[in-house]
Structure formats: structure tokens, C-alpha cells
């Protein structure tokens, strides 16, 4: 539903910008290492369908990642031991900032600045 929203808008706007169609979409790969997220700022057009790789390199330590995007809930990806790669799909997002935590570990955070 959401998604659908978004894409409708866009394309009601787009009509008269230059492009009127939604921006292609953006892989963002973040790192969990020894306890740490290796990108605390992401950046993303508005719109833009998004791809979050969250690349657990912290040997059978479990992360996940989550972004706060006001959906409930919010969208995350399992939590798995590493090594492991999992991946998120989001939807384009209105421009504004979403934080993007490790629901497990309080200090890994970040910001997702949508543009
Ligand atoms: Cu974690």
C-alpha cells in the first residue's frame, strides 16, 4: 500500500519535472564489524526503491539492521550470526533523515539522509 502511495506521487509530480520517472534504485552496503556499523551516514535520493546489504563480519556474533522508516514495523532484516550477508528492500522513501540501528547492540547506529 505504502509503496504504491509513494509511486503514485511520484509520478503525479513527476509530470512536470524534467525526468518524471522514479529514480533508478541504490544498493547501500554496510559493514557490522567488531561491534560497529563500518557507515554511520547513508544517503539516497527520494524515491528511490533502496537495497541494504548488511554485511556481518563479526565472527558468531548476531546482528541485524533496522531503519526507522515510520512503517510498523519497521523494516529489518533477520538477525543472523557472522559471516552472513543479508539483504533489505525499502521503498522510495520521502526526502528527510531515518535512523538505522542493530536492535541487539544500542551503540551501532546511523542515519539514512533520503535527499
Ligand atoms: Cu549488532
Redesign the pocket.
Known amino acids: 500500500m505504502r509503496a504504491g502511495f509513494v509511486v503514485g506521487a511520484l509520478l503525479l509530480t513527476g509530470a512536470c519535472s524534467s525526468s518524471g520517472l522514479t529514480p533508478p534504485p541504490v544498493t547501500l552496503t554496510v559493514r557490522?564489524e567488531t561491534?560497529r556499523f563500518d557507515r554511520t551516514d547513508l544517503e539516497a535520493p527520494a524515491g528511490a526503491p533502496i537495497e541494504i546489504v548488511l554485511d556481518n563480519r563479526?565472527n558468531t556474533?548476531?546482528?541485524?539492521i533496522q531503519v526507522k522508516t515510520g512503517a510498523t514495523p519497521p523494516p529489518a532484516t533477520p538477525r543472523t550470526g557472522g559471516p552472513s550477508v543479508q539483504r533489505l528492500q525499502l521503498p522510495g522513501l520521502n526526502t528527510g533523515t531515518y535512523e538505522y540501528v542493530?536492535?541487539?547492540?544500542a551503540q551501532?547506529t546511523g542515519k539514512l539522509n533520503v535527499r
Do not use: E, G, Y
Open positions: 557490522a561491534m563479526d556474533i548476531v546482528h541485524d542493530c536492535t541487539l547492540h551501532m
